[in-house]
């Protein structure tokens, strides 16, 4: 390769080398939570739940659906839902989270 080649294209094969390290380190970030979200597995109860509302990027409303479980070995997990599901659990509900899933499901 010319020495005129090796200036102009050196640079933007560096660039575009670390723009793809940086693609696959937030890829495999990404899936490495996805793996140990669906492999955790807990059961607790439910002691909070609370409704936030915030605004998007184009000044919309949205609503963000909380629930907090306090699990067997004494800490809580803060689980984002929908409305629906959101409604329909009381605080005390008893949740079990199975190896698998990405939701608890309720058990009393």
């Given amino acids: 390769m010319s020495p005129e080649k090796t200036v102009v294209l050196g640079p933007i094969i560096v660039f575009f080398g670390i723009f793809a390290l940086l693609i696959f380190l937030f890829l495999r970030l990404v899936i490495r939570l996805v793996i140990k979200g669906r492999a955790s597995s807990w059961q607790g109860e439910l002691v909070n739940k609370f409704h ?31 409305k629906l599901i959101w409604e329909t659990y ?17 058990i009393s």
Wanted: charged share 40%.
């Fill in 90 to 106: 009381s605080i005390g509900d008893r949740a079990i989270k199975k190896p698998g899933t990405f939701r608890p499901e309720k």
């Fill in 52 to 82: 936030n509302v915030g605004e998007d990027d184009d000044g919309r409303s949205v609503d963000y659906y909380t629930l907090v479980f306090k699990i067997e070995e004494g800490k809580t997990i803060k689980v984002g839902t929908s």
